[in-house]
């Protein structure tokens, strides 16, 4: 016969095998479910020992539960990005690590650290990729050097990586501009999940132990 | 035959034969020879036949004249493939080598040359233009370097600026390179003409009168 925390980890983890991204389905099937794992659990502590205190069954579900929650949620979102080839492009280009993103509390905050990283990013270095760069997406050369203009750039500043990079950081910024929603509806559905289990599972462990 | 008309293609295939030795633009030893050689042949003329000088100042003015020209032209035209420089401004400004040589005034010449090197809109396409800029300056530096001049002197920024305006700013200062590197020669093939042209006219039209 296994612990409650054996027993509870196992039922865990093929629910969130069940887990899709912008879908509460395991929320309802967690809360219907609780209840019977308690009361089956309680109908054999009677005949045994190792009842669980309140403290142990609650550092199991907000440590080892939430990680592995976490964990999964973080699988959805890379998987997510990855099919998002804009964005999965955007956050190779700029160096970007998913679990910075994925844990980030403040969506504003996001989005001034991404835009720094584009602003940062240097991805012409040769002033022949820059040029051949220069040809194939702005051959009057009047976007890149008008996004200058708006920098307050001078002549002086200029070269052709200067103006290339200016470009393509512009795109990037386009990119992250359109994505900006999916980021923000991916970062949403994280919390409401986590928020929403964790209640029912902090909300059952007085029902347990009582 | 008439004594003119013997005289005329006497002195004709003469003149033809002096010129064969006229190699190249510093050689003036066409000028002794003629010379030494017009005086016996314009008074056996006169020997022969009632002197009719003016016909004589005609032929040799306009007919001699241009024989000689034209042996000048051959001679520019040698000249300029040897200076790849001139060859290059000369195409660059729609101009060909008779235009150096029908210039009246060496300094008259360069003016125009100048004109049509800041007149030229080489560049109209994008597309060309991108193309000559990333061949020429990849770095854009040199020509953002002469853009920067003409944003001072007309008050502009940058955002005025385009690839053509830049491909035409170092294309001009390519055709500048090139007027400096020609500039020598011209001169030279100039000066040589009409000091030439004015040798000779002047030994012929001189031995007519003197005779």
């Known amino acids: ?210 | 035959m008439p004594i003119m008309s013997t005289f005329k293609d006497k002195f004709r295939s003469y003149f033809n034969n002096l010129l064969l030795d006229l190699k190249d633009v510093y050689d003036y030893n066409i000028i002794s020879r003629l010379s030494e050689d017009i005086k016996p042949m314009i008074k056996e003329f006169k020997e022969d036949e009632d002197d009719d000088s003016r016909d004589i100042k005609v032929f040799f003015e306009e007919e001699i004249r241009s024989i000689l020209l034209d042996k000048l032209l051959e001679i520019f035209a040698r000249e300029s493939w040897y200076c790849i420089s001139l060859c290059n401004l000369l195409d660059a400004t729609d101009m060909d080598i008779e235009d150096i040589l029908n210039a009246k005034d060496a300094e008259i010449l360069m003016r125009e040359i100048i004109d049509r090197i800041f007149e030229t809109k080489h560049f109209v396409d994008d597309w060309d233009a991108i193309r000559y800029l990333s061949t020429q300056d990849s770095s854009l530096k040199e020509s953002l370097s002469l853009a920067s001049d003409l944003i001072s002197k007309y008050s502009l920024d940058i955002k005025d600026l385009d690839s053509c305006v830049l491909a035409n700013l170092l294309y001009i200062k390519g055709l500048s390179k090139y007027y400096n590197e020609a500039e020598n020669t011209i001169r030279k093939l100039l000066d040589f003409k009409e000091k030439l042209v004015k040798e000779v006219m002047n030994i012929l039209i001189s031995s007519v009168n003197s005779e």
């Open chain 1, 1 to 210: 016969m296994g612990t409650f925390k054996e027993e509870f980890r196992k039922y865990f983890s093929e629910l969130l095998s069940d887990l899709e991204l912008c879908n509460y389905d395991i929320v309802d099937k967690l809360e219907k479910d609780i209840k019977t794992l308690i009361k089956e659990r309680k109908e054999k502590d009677n005949n045994e020992e190792d009842v669980e205190t309140f403290g142990s069954i609650f550092f199991f579900f907000t440590g080892e539960i939430k990680d592995m929650l976490l964990d999964r949620l973080l699988e959805i979102f890379k998987q997510e990005i990855k099919e998002y080839d804009d964005l999965y492009d955007l956050f190779f280009d700029i160096n970007i690590d998913y679990e910075d993103i994925f844990n980030v509390e403040d969506t504003k905050l996001l989005r001034e650290q991404i835009i720094d990283k584009i602003h940062e990013h240097e991805h012409f270095i040769h002033y022949r990729d820059a040029i051949e760069y220069l040809s194939e997406e702005d051959c009057t050369l009047q976007d890149s050097l008008y996004l200058a203009y708006e920098y307050g750039l001078d002549t002086k500043d200029l070269n052709s990586c200067v103006l290339a990079n200016i470009l393509y950081n512009d795109n990037l910024l386009k990119i992250y501009d359109e994505a900006e929603d999916f980021l923000s509806d991916l970062l949403h559905f994280k919390e409401e999940i986590v928020e929403r289990i964790m209640d029912i599972l902090i909300s059952s462990i007085d029902i347990l132990i009582g």
